[in-house]
């Protein structure tokens, strides 16, 4: 599904992310590793086509994702550091404008979704009284509520408690068997299943 062959990627005139080829069908997951400063977020942000890579190639379905950013755009989700959201609106009203950008598919089980995440109590709270931990899980929760084939993901569970990490961990489980992919920098382990899962290590570099 997707793929990178030969991949650079540069911050300014540095060279952060080298040579780099992987490849992540339906149901796997490919989790990157690496020491601050090698290059995770980087490599992420290219794979998501928010990055322009100094050379090699991304690939979604066999078709090179500049040739066609629109299908690439309609197939990802992605999430980053930042959660994207207006803290001047309501959790509530934060999901229904994603929705408006068709951000967010039709959920059949979108009450199931926000309960499991701890979220039904909050759905009328403004996201700039919410904890750092909870603006995260309502981010999961909006990911998860796209219902799109593509996650790449940025430390998605950093300061998600331990609850809110095992309620994510299922979705992964639900998105993998149901031949969804997953690219995701972590810091913090994923409870991923390990007959899945695959690990791409990133060394600082040196340039």
Same mark, same amino acid.
């Given at each position: 599904m997707l793929s990178a062959r030969q991949l650079d990627v540069m911050r300014g005139s540095r060279t952060i992310v080298a040579?780099?080829?992987?490849?992540v069908d339906g149901g796997a997951a490919l989790l990157?590793?690496?020491?601050?400063? $090698?290059?995770?977020?980087?490599?992420?942000? %290219? *794979? @998501?086509? =928010?990055?322009?890579?100094?050379?090699?190639k991304v690939s979604w379905r066999g078709v090179n994702v500049r040739d066609d950013p629109a299908r690439f755009?309609?197939?990802?989700?992605?999430?980053?550091?930042?959660?994207g959201f207006n803290g001047e609106l309501t959790v509530a009203e934060n999901l229904r404008f994603a929705a408006l950008l068709g951000a967010n598919a039709l959920h059949a089980n979108e009450r199931d979704v926000l309960e499991r995440a701890g979220l039904q109590p909050l759905m009328h709270a403004r996201l700039n009284r919410? $904890?750092?931990?909870?603006?995260?899980?309502? %981010? *999961? @929760?909006? =990911?998860?509520?796209a219902a799109k084939p593509?996650?790449?993901?940025?430390e998605p569970t950093e300061a998600v408690d331990d609850a809110g990490a095992l309620w994510f961990a299922?979705?992964?489980?639900?998105?993998?068997?149901?031949?969804?992919?997953?690219?995701?920098?972590?810091?913090?382990?994923?409870?991923?299943?390990?007959?899945?899962?695959?690990?791409?290590?990133?060394?600082?570099?040196a340039a």
């Open positions: 040579g780099v080829n992987l490849c990157i590793h690496g020491a601050n400063g $090698s290059g995770k977020s980087s490599l992420i942000a %290219a *794979l @998501a086509g =928010l990055l322009p890579p100094a050379a090699g755009r309609r197939d990802l989700a992605y999430l980053g550091h930042a959660d919410l $904890s750092e931990g909870q603006r995260r899980r309502v %981010a *999961l @929760a909006r =990911l998860v509520l593509l996650w790449l993901l940025d299922a979705c992964i489980d639900d998105h993998l068997r149901e031949g969804g992919a997953l690219v995701a920098t972590t810091h913090r382990p994923l409870a991923v299943d390990a007959a899945r899962a695959r690990h791409l290590h990133l060394e600082r570099s």
